[in-house]
């Protein structure tokens, strides 16, 4: 008597199909350097915003602390301040100031005029700029009371 052969036996089924093959393992390696690839670039831009909210931040704070400057300009013989005071204050320009980063930031008045008439008010405008580059990071105005031309 011949015995037929019909194929494997069911226990040799089974253990063939648990294993995983070539073709599997090389498309997920695939399918996790997608998903690594996706996340680096998720996570790279954040920290580019970070550090740029930290520059426009700076620049905030150096505008505010020109204009507060300006505004507590004042002569040693008088109370209250002059056009002549402030135009003087905003002709000595500012130094450079670097953000935490180290990125330069350099700040700027706008030239103004005295008022026709006095008391009135003088506009000073005050901007930040990054070193090499024309566009204002952060940039404020303010209206300045002035008593008097000198």
């Known amino acids: 008597m011949t015995a037929i052969h019909l194929g494997p036996a069911i226990g040799e089924v089974r253990h063939s199909k648990r294993r995983f093959g070539v073709i599997e ?3 997920s390696m695939f399918l ?8 680096i670039a998720l996570t790279i831009r954040p920290v580019e915003d970070i550090g740029m909210n930290t520059t426009i931040a700076t620049a905030t704070q150096i505008v505010n602390e020109q204009i507060e400057g300006a505004r507590a300009v004042r002569s040693p013989a008088s109370t209250e301040p002059s056009c002549q005071d402030i135009t003087t204050f905003l002709q000595v320009p500012p130094s ?6 180290g990125v330069t930031l350099v700040p700027q008045w706008e030239p103004t005029s005295c008022p ?4 009135g008010v003088i506009q000073v ?3 930040v700029t990054r070193n090499g580059y024309p566009t204002p990071i952060a ?5 300045i009371f002035v008593r008097s031309a000198a």
């Open 125 to 127: 405008r005050a901007s």
């Open 116 to 119: 026709p008439t006095y008391p």
């Open 25 to 27: 393992i090389v498309i």
């Open 32 to 39: 996790l350097g997608v998903l690594l690839i996706s996340y």
């Open 96 to 101: 450079p100031v670097k953000d935490p980063r």
């Open 139 to 143: 940039s404020a105005g303010a209206l």
